[in-house]
RNA sequence: GGCCCCAUCGUCUAACGGUUAGGACAUCAGAUUCUCAAUCUGGCAAUACGGGUUCGAUUCCCGUUGGGGUCACCA
């Protein structure tokens, strides 16, 4: 192609934007400071609507690898598809990213200010850049414009599957790969629109290794698809390939890590590297989460339709607490992680000493909710009591107004409330997430428990008769005493549960079934409903100790 | 369909070519002077299939089957 021809196309592509030249754009990148060992690594979500776990998943990785060995992690955002692009999407990255403890070195902080020195870290504020490296592919005839029609493409893939042939855009299918300068004027002067290509050197009889730190070395066939660089959807922004091997190169980045979608893609990547003179990339290509149908019981992957968890915002909303939700991701990365935290679930997951080479089996990982729920109950019984209160305190009152008000009525009463049965060897462990804050505690709170427990307390003792039910309440009531011990509280129960014929011997209750309203756990199971509306709460004297005499006679009668 | 990745309990996974194939979650049973949770003890539970190589294969090779990914002016 002539330079005359070059220079019409690119004048047809710039209009009359100006651009600078690369070795200008390539001083203000200029190498990192920084030693062997260290990483330079990078998150590059696109801004599409709600974040994937997966995104969290990839940027916790980046972030320990990074952080781990003293190096940097940057964010970027991808946002070249100007069609696909959501409002308020990239802040809804920045932020939660924050929300996860994964905010990065370099790129948009979770208050919307930017570290770093390699920006822009918006791919569209960088738009020049790429076309100042289009260009030069352009003049190293490693580019050229395509004017075909989307119709004209679709009939070749047609072609390519009738004759059983690989589709895409390639060799002797590469409609404008190889017109003459005259047609190329030709279709320049009708001015219509075109859409600047890769011309590839790479042939799909031939291979090309990929060194990949997670995959190990994978034999690829070499690329050989003329893929476009710039769009031409008059936003003059690169495509996916371009924009990633520019910018990884002048970001300095010196792992590449990303979905392992993008495996098959890498000779491509490579290809376009070489032709610009850039050494290929280093990457590591993590695998995708999966989940388990809760109706079919099959495995697929999260969607965003079918599966909330697919969604962050879920974990947040739930209010996991973020180190569980860590922990449990950096399990699914490094099996080893499991043994480690186990151990003390205290610990500062950051202590771990992460691997990438144990995440080389790649099978599409499902998400464990029940596992995740474990780690969680182990995280929460592992923090303090402050730390505690503050966190159930804080998901309350966001999310629950009308308890969180009662609960500021007696802070030391709440205190008091939250601490049930914590401490000590066997904490308990029935709060998995902060969300369940109000089914655990609620009761303890008089209109609370009028609204949303008492309810529920007619429906969890059916099975015993009204008047039953008012003989045993009366008994207990009869020689109940709030300063009582245990020994002696419980000495009383069994006393009231034999007179309201409750039997303290189980077998004697299988033999003869017809003598007896129940056993002494049924008999305890009518006080413990009556008084929270629950089966299932902590100890049944701790509690009475704690909501006091008035309200145990009250709630009883 | 082409190309690539993968294949161990239900799930996540461990096992220099020699192990009673281990752990965790889930599940089941028993214990814990009241329920549940927790805790403790114990149980059930896997090398996809077929060929090789080898004294010996979960491990190495080939094939089959199965799952996933990818083949866009989406990333």
Avoid at 139 to 163: G, H, I, M, W
Wanted: aromatic residues 10%; negative net charge; hydrophobic residues 35%.
């Amino acid at each position: 192609m002539s330079e005359e021809i070059k220079q019409r196309i690119k004048n047809a592509l710039l209009g009359g934007i100006q651009l600078q030249s690369r070795a200008d754009i390539e001083a203000q990148y200029p190498q990192r400071q920084r030693s062997e060992g260290q990483q330079v690594t990078r998150l590059c979500p696109s801004p599409t609507g709600f974040v994937h776990i997966g995104t969290i998943f990839t940027g916790l990785i980046c972030e320990r690898v990074a952080h781990q060995s003293d190096g940097t992690y940057i964010l970027r955002i991808e946002d070249t598809d100007k069609k696909r692009e959501v409002e308020g999407a990239k802040e809804l990255i920045t932020e939660q990213l924050g929300s996860f403890g994964i905010p990065p070195d370099e790129g948009i902080q979770p208050d919307g200010s930017v570290n770093g020195k390699y920006g822009p870290y918006v791919q569209s504020e960088r738009r020049d850049i790429y076309l100042t490296y289009a260009c030069e592919l352009l003049d190293n005839d490693r580019a050229y414009p395509c004017f075909a029609t989307s119709e004209e493409l679709e009939a070749a893939v047609e072609d390519q599957k009738a004759r059983k042939q690989r589709p895409g855009y390639y060799g002797e299918w590469a409609l404008w790969r190889n017109k003459s300068d005259k047609e190329v004027n030709d279709a320049l002067d009708s001015g219509k629109p075109f859409v600047l290509r890769f011309k590839s050197s790479g042939s799909h009889e031939k291979r090309v290794t990929i060194s990949d730190r997670i995959k190990g070395k994978v034999d690829l066939p070499q690329n050989d698809l003329d893929v476009p660089l710039i769009k031409m959807d008059g936003s003059l922004l690169p495509t996916y390939h371009l924009a990633h091997v520019v910018d990884d190169y002048l970001m300095r980045v010196t792992l590449v890590m990303r979905g392992e979608e993008w495996l098959p893609s890498t000779p491509l990547h490579a290809d376009i590297a070489i032709a610009l003179g850039i050494k290929p990339f280093k990457y590591a290509h993590t695998p995708v989460i999966s989940i388990l149908d809760s109706e079919t019981n099959n495995k697929r992957k999260l969607s965003k339709r079918k599966d909330p968890e697919a969604d962050v915002a879920f974990w947040l909303k739930q209010a996991y607490p973020i180190k569980a939700v860590k922990a449990y991701l950096l399990g699914l990365a490094n099996s080893n992680f499991d043994d480690w935290f186990r151990e003390d679930p205290s610990k500062d997951v950051n202590d771990f000493d992460f691997s990438l080479d144990k995440l080389k089996n790649s099978r599409s990982p499902l998400l464990d909710v029940k596992k995740l729920e474990d780690y969680s109950k182990d995280v929460i019984a592992s923090i303090s009591q402050g730390e505690f209160n503050k966190h159930a305190l804080a998901w309350t009152e966001l999310h629950d107004r009308e308890l969180f008000d009662a609960m500021m009525v007696n802070p030391e009463f709440t205190s008091h409330v939250f601490s049930i049965e914590r401490g000590g060897d066997k904490p308990r462990k029935d709060v998995a997430k902060w969300s369940d804050v109000p089914e655990q505690f609620g009761y303890f709170y008089d209109d609370i428990f009028e609204q949303r427990f008492k309810p529920l307390a007619t429906e969890e003792l059916s099975d015993f008769s009204s008047d039953v039910l008012s003989t045993s309440r009366a008994n207990f009531l009869d020689t109940y005493d709030s300063s009582d011990d245990k020994d002696t509280w419980f000495e009383k129960m069994k006393a009231s549960a034999e007179k309201s014929g409750f039997t303290l011997d189980r077998k004697e209750l299988k033999a003869n079934p017809e003598k007896y309203n129940g056993s002494i756990a049924d008999y305890a199971r009518i006080i413990r409903v009556s008084l929270t509306g629950k089966r299932n709460t902590p100890d049944l004297y701790q509690i009475m100790k704690i909501i006091g005499n008035d309200k145990v006679i009250a709630r009883l009668n």
